[in-house]
């Protein structure tokens, strides 16, 4: 009697066209979610290094033109931002006197730039949550098929000997095992790419502090002349009162 071979790989040559079918896919997705972890982690790396140097910058920085001269060869959203809030200056010059509005203007602008730059650090997660989900139940579908046809060929040879139920067995319930080891990895990674993904967007809300207390600066430094031209201005009316009275 030829010995059975219960190693993966015979088992899954041994089992039915729909439990191998199940067994590739969820195989596929265990690469996929590795792919993306590497992937993933790499893209945040990068993301993390240049949001520090950009508020580094961005510290040292004491006029809104000088962040975005120090932020130009960042490729991150340091220098997007400092630019939307260069542009709503620049659209806002013909409205004199409006240094409150033009803050919630550029309040208002940066909070969109920031929301889809979280959105975008999570992109791909998705894929980890739904492997998460899914590939268990997938698996258990597997060994659900697999133990039918293995009691349905049961009846059909009329054989009551657990040798003969066993094998089919097996390769049902490896599909299961599969459908573990695709899911278990898929939630950790997905997890630690969360909250990767959250201590970038911590970064990019430092830099949208930065950005408006430089705003805050130049404004201030406008508001200056203005202040003093008006003391000139007051200055003459004594003298004019005077003439008058004469």
């Not at 088992?11 to 596929?28: E, Q, S």
């Not at 993390?48 to 033109?65: C, F, G, I, S, V």
């Not at 579908?141 to 009329?158: L, P």
Request: glycine share 6%; charged share 20%; proline share 4%.
């Amino acid at each position: 009697m030829t010995p059975i071979s219960f190693s993966p790989w015979a088992m899954f040559l041994g089992a039915g066209p729909v439990v191998r079918c199940v067994m590739t896919l969820l195989a596929v997705a265990s690469v996929l979610t590795w792919t993306l972890f590497i992937a993933k982690s790499v893209e945040l790396l990068r993301v993390r290094l240049k949001l520090r140097r950009a508020e580094q910058a961005l510290e040292q920085a004491n006029t809104l033109d000088l962040g975005e001269e120090w932020t130009r060869d960042n490729a991150s959203i340091a220098h997007t931002l400092v630019m939307a809030a260069e542009t709503e200056r620049r659209c806002s010059a013909d409205i004199p006197d409006d240094g409150e509005g033009l803050k919630e203007r550029i309040v208002l602008h940066l909070e969109r730039l920031e929301a889809a730059e979280g959105r975008r650090l999570l992109r791909g997660t998705g894929v980890l949550a739904t492997i998460g989900a899914t590939a268990p139940f997938i698996g258990l579908f597997g060994t659900v098929w697999g133990i039918m046809t293995s009691f349905t060929g049961i009846a059909a040879s009329r054989a009551t000997s657990l040798a003969v139920v066993a094998p089919g067995i097996a390769e049902a319930l490896l599909a299961t095992a599969l459908g573990l080891v695709a899911a278990i990895p898929a939630v950790v990674i997905y997890n630690h790419l969360a909250r990767q993904a959250a201590s970038c967007r911590a970064q990019v809300a430092d830099l949208t502090a930065l950005v408006m207390r430089l705003v805050s600066r130049d404004l201030g430094r406008a508001r200056l002349p203005a202040a003093a031209g008006s003391v000139v201005r007051l200055d003459p009316q004594p003298r004019d009162a005077l003439a008058a009275a004469e």
